[in-house]
């Protein structure tokens, strides 16, 4: 069964411009979130998304957002971008809630914000 | 303060000893505590996850321990190997996810 896919797998931009980060779940998944990670705050949610409806949001402004198709694969977006929001952008799925079921992370997205 | 706190931060041993990973947390009341094993420039990858009620689980080598009266966690590491390289991460899930910083394991050879 292939793992969970996340496009591109690197990306640069410069401030102001926008972003749309992909994610594949494992087949059957039906949860995915989406996490930030930098070396100065580590590993950060962002949200989660189930059967298309967004579950739990962490403590991010509304520049970033995201959805989730009905074939499970998800998207995020960022807006109006800034130099702190260079990072690493994991992906997980899991087959039922991210908060009782185990997650599969993908290699990620690493965004750069000139 | 981060309500997930990781220690030590670093920590260098020689392959094929053991060594032991702590981890203490305030999230309460949480639904599980999880453990991930991140190498460099890769996802985490889960190790163990541990319901409050559960006090020890393994996976081969890695064996994972839970006291949900002092709230702390500890991965213990046997017969360590170069793979075990890497970063290892503390997730406390409540309503939501709440990580630890991380403690970056280095086994030399």
């Known amino acids: 069964k292939a793992g969970v896919t996340q496009t591109p797998r690197y990306l640069i931009k410069t401030r102001g411009q926008q972003v749309t980060l992909s994610c594949s779940p494992i087949?059957?998944?039906?949860?995915v979130s989406w996490y930030q990670q930098t070396p100065g705050q580590g590993l950060q949610f962002l949200f989660e998304?189930?059967?298309?409806?967004?579950?739990n949001k962490g403590n991010f402004p509304g520049r970033f957002s995201g959805r989730q198709f009905s074939n499970s694969r998800s998207e995020m977006n960022v807006s109006t971008l800034e130099l702190g929001d260079s990072a690493l952008y994991l992906c997980a799925s899991s087959l039922d809630r991210a908060s009782t079921d185990t997650q599969y992370f993908g290699p990620g997205t690493r965004l750069t914000v000139l | 303060k981060n309500q997930v706190e990781q220690s030590p931060q670093s920590l260098i041993i020689l392959e094929g000893k053991n060594c032991t990973l702590q981890c203490n947390y305030t999230v309460s009341p949480f639904s599980n505590l999880r453990w991930y094993k991140q190498d460099t420039g890769r996802g985490p990858v889960s190790l163990t996850i541990m319901t409050f009620s559960e006090n020890t689980k393994s996976n081969g080598r890695y064996t994972a321990t839970l006291d949900a009266d002092t709230k702390q966690s500890s991965l213990h590491i046997t017969a360590s190997q170069l793979s075990d390289s890497a970063s290892y991460i503390c997730v406390v899930s409540a309503n939501d996810m709440r990580f630890g910083a991380g403690t970056r394991l280095t086994v030399k050879p």
């Open positions: 087949s059957g998944h039906r949860s």
């Open positions: 998304y189930f059967s298309e409806t967004q579950r």
